[in-house]
């Protein structure tokens, strides 16, 4: 499929003869050919959310991780309207379109030879997403992959994975997205974590705000975001406690998403945000919820003059709040890791896992 993937784009982006040596060599490929001397592979995966649009290009480093060679991510806001219309808008559409041929540009740029491009929430509910689907193969050389909920909720948890903590039995894993929340409950057996019970709840940041759009982003819309989340979270507490207890001494928070690397970088002081500092950061679920508390506080104006924030994400950073509140609500650990990786990472370690093969 990767092979696939990478035939379509570089086919849409180059013609002539150069597309006809392109597919000479794919040819020679597939008939068992190998350089004399093959690098190592160059892998590129994109994570196409009803928010944002992410690309992440990474060839093989040490100790199973990634060398991480380019990256993109844009706002695109695919899921604008969707809850109500069932349907991808044209300028949604438009929006993303001009994002993936970006995205198209830097993967042609890196020589990827193995590449996965999957569309999540948005897509899933939208009932002309094919046409989004044809559009970007047709203008962009991209194929996408509509995932299902229980596929999204997979590759997060494959790519959060090794952030469990040694000293836990486990960790709920938790990714709220602007369409949907993925929240997967791992437990480590020999150091080996494997997933307990996972769900996918069918609301994110960009639905619950469209949900509220008429009230005034303030505390009492906060406490009406997080008891409706509280009550469709808590179907999913029921069903895991029916599979086994879960036990929050023994488990920690492991969140990725906006919303958390958000919040962690308001926690860590930061004037902007620093990837390096977010990832992997430990901090008290306590600390995070006064974090919740303060932007609850402000305005929109006040929000969107924190650095980390900014005036993209202050629309959303309170709905996104509300989220975190009812998972901590209903799974009341004590400490909360975060990720900045996830669904991304998780496809990158399974292209690794193919191109080894």
């Keep these: 499929m990767e092979l696939t993937q990478a035939a379509v784009l570089r086919a849409t982006l180059r013609s002539g003869n150069d597309r006809g040596n392109i597919l000479s060599r794919q040819a020679k490929w597939r008939k068992g050919f190998r350089p004399a001397q093959a690098r190592a592979p160059?892998?590129?995966?994109?994570?196409?959310?009803?928010?944002?649009?992410?690309?992440?290009?990474?060839?093989?480093?040490?100790?199973?991780?990634?060398?991480?060679?380019?990256?993109?991510?844009?706002?695109?806001?695919?899921?604008?309207?969707?809850?109500?219309?069932?349907?991808?808008?044209?300028?949604?559409?438009?929006?993303?379109?001009?994002?993936?041929?970006?995205c198209a540009e830097h993967i042609r740029a890196s020589g990827a030879t193995h590449v996965r491009a999957i569309a999540t929430a948005a897509a899933r509910a939208a009932s002309n997403a094919q046409v989004l689907v044809a559009r970007a193969r047709e203008e962009a050389g991209i194929a996408l992959e509509i995932v299902s909920s229980d596929e999204e909720a997979r590759l997060a948890a494959i790519g959060c994975a090794p952030l469990i903590g040694a000293d836990f039995e486990g960790a709920l894993v938790f990714d709220i997205g602007g369409g949907s929340t993925e929240i997967i409950w791992m437990r480590c057996e020999d150091r080996v974590p494997a997933i307990v019970h996972s769900a996918s709840v069918p609301v994110g940041v960009v639905t619950l705000a469209e949900d509220i759009a008429n009230l005034a982003m303030d505390g009492a819309s906060f406490d009406a975001m997080r008891a409706c989340m509280i009550g469709r979270f808590a179907e999913v507490r029921a069903a895991m406690d029916a599979v086994c207890p879960f036990g929050r001494e023994a488990h920690h928070l492991l969140g990725t998403s906006g919303t958390v690397t958000t919040l962690a970088a308001v926690a860590l002081g930061l004037d902007h945000y620093v990837r390096a500092r977010v990832d992997a950061s430990w901090h008290d679920c306590a600390d995070i919820l006064r974090v919740v508390d303060r932007l609850i506080a402000l305005d929109h104006a006040g929000r969107a003059r924190i650095g980390s924030i900014g005036p993209d994400r202050a629309d959303l950073v309170l709905p996104g709040c509300a989220i975190f509140a009812a998972i901590h609500a209903l799974w009341p650990c004590a400490q909360l890791r975060v990720a900045d990786r996830g669904l991304r990472e998780g496809m990158l370690r399974e292209l690794l896992r193919d191109a080894d093969a």
């Design 42 to 102: 160059v892998l590129a995966v994109l994570d196409l959310g009803s928010n944002n649009c992410r690309l992440l290009i990474a060839q093989p480093g040490r100790a199973s991780e990634f060398r991480i060679i380019d990256s993109f991510s844009r706002i695109v806001r695919l899921g604008e309207g969707v809850a109500q219309s069932g349907r991808l808008s044209d300028a949604a559409i438009a929006r993303t379109l001009s994002a993936l041929k970006i």
